[in-house]
């Protein structure tokens, strides 16, 4: 895993978008896979402003409410109104329907009718959940519905104006964002630290989903230094940072 760590959300954000545009601008249709909440809000605020070529590049969202399209909206408003998306690349979970459980297969089969996703954006829960896959959650999972903690849906209770949070989700599973060819996790503040720590130098366990990110080839977390304050090998991850030699940068 890579870890880098910069000073402050608003950085994470840039280097984060860095790498994202540099994937969009390099590769014809590149694959993004995308994620909510606040931590990935700095990550899309810059690749508005940089005005990052959306027009063929095809996304598939992480997770998503049973009922809702709360992150729906999230993407309009942070992400695809302000940008040149072409609508008919834009995939979300689906969160309706009588066979819920045949859609998310037909979401894995679109995925990769796709070829897959080249980069998967990803923030991580206080209880070290990656997408909506909450501790204990398959390491080999696959896009489904699961049932929030009460932990999860206390801390996403203002998205709903402090009212009532839906008990089910859909989210991509473990497996789902294992097959990634880059994986892309950003998280900032305090009440991260403990998740990044586990996730990052704490062992492979599905009590803490993010630390399947071990399995993966390609993973890269940006973390500010608040977010880092847990580390124990911090001083390492800056040491390799400053030495990266320049054709791995
Ligand atoms: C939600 C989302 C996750 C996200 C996590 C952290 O539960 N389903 O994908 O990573 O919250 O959110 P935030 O960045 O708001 O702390």
Same mark, same amino acid.
């Given at each position: 895993?890579?870890?880098?760590?910069?000073?402050?959300? +608003?950085?994470?954000?840039?280097?984060?978008?860095?790498?994202?545009?540099?994937?969009?601008?390099? %590769?014809?249709?590149?694959?993004?896979?995308?994620?909510?909440?606040?931590?990935?809000?700095?990550?899309?605020?810059?690749?508005?402003?940089? %005005?990052?070529?959306?027009?063929?590049?095809? !996304?598939?969202?992480?997770?998503?409410?049973?009922?809702?399209?709360? =992150?729906?909206? =999230?993407?309009?408003?942070?992400?695809?109104?302000?940008?040149?998306?072409?609508?008919?690349?834009?995939?979300?979970?689906?969160?309706? *329907?009588?066979?819920?459980?045949?859609?998310?297969?037909? =979401?894995?089969?679109?995925?990769?009718?796709?070829?897959?996703? #080249?980069? +998967?954006?990803? *923030?991580?829960?206080?209880?070290?959940?990656?997408? =909506?896959?909450?501790?204990?959650?398959?390491?080999?999972?696959?896009?489904?519905?699961?049932?929030? !903690?009460?932990?999860?849906?206390?801390?996403?209770?203002?998205?709903?104006?402090? *009212?009532?949070?839906?008990?089910?989700? @859909?989210?991509?599973?473990?497996? !789902?964002?294992?097959?990634?060819?880059?994986?892309?996790?950003?998280? #900032?503040?305090?009440? %991260?630290?403990?998740?990044?720590?586990?996730? @990052?130098?704490?062992?492979? !366990?599905?009590?803490?989903?993010?630390?399947?990110?071990?399995?993966?080839?390609?993973?890269?977390?940006?973390?500010?230094?608040?977010?880092?304050?847990?580390?124990?090998?911090? #001083?390492?991850?800056?040491?390799?940072?400053?030495?990266?030699?320049?054709?791995?940068?």
């Amino acid at each position: 895993m890579e870890v880098i760590i910069v000073p402050a959300a +608003q950085d994470v954000g840039s280097a984060a978008a860095r790498i994202i545009s540099r994937l969009v601008a390099g %590769k014809h249709g590149a694959v993004l896979g995308l994620a909510t909440g606040a931590s990935v809000k700095p990550v899309y605020a810059e690749l508005v402003r940089a %005005k990052l070529d959306f027009s063929r590049v095809t !996304t598939f969202n992480l997770d998503e409410y049973v009922g809702s399209a709360s =992150f729906h909206e =999230f993407m309009e408003e942070h992400l695809l109104k302000h940008v040149n998306a072409d609508r008919a690349r834009v995939h979300f979970p689906p969160t309706e *329907g009588a066979d819920l459980a045949g859609a998310c297969e037909q =979401f894995e089969r679109d995925i990769r009718a796709a070829g897959g996703i #080249d980069l +998967q954006l990803l *923030g991580i829960g206080r209880d070290g959940h990656l997408g =909506f896959n909450e501790p204990t959650s398959s390491l080999a999972s696959r896009t489904r519905i699961k049932t929030l !903690t009460g932990a999860t849906r206390e801390a996403n209770r203002a998205a709903f104006g402090g *009212g009532e949070v839906p008990l089910h989700v @859909v989210t991509m599973g473990i497996g !789902t964002i294992l097959d990634a060819r880059q994986c892309l996790l950003v998280a #900032d503040g305090a009440a %991260k630290a403990d998740a990044v720590a586990r996730m @990052v130098e704490g062992p492979l !366990t599905a009590m803490v989903p993010a630390s399947a990110l071990q399995l993966h080839p390609r993973a890269t977390v940006i973390v500010d230094e608040l977010a880092a304050a847990k580390l124990a090998l911090r #001083d390492y991850y800056r040491e390799v940072q400053r030495n990266k030699p320049e054709w791995q940068r």
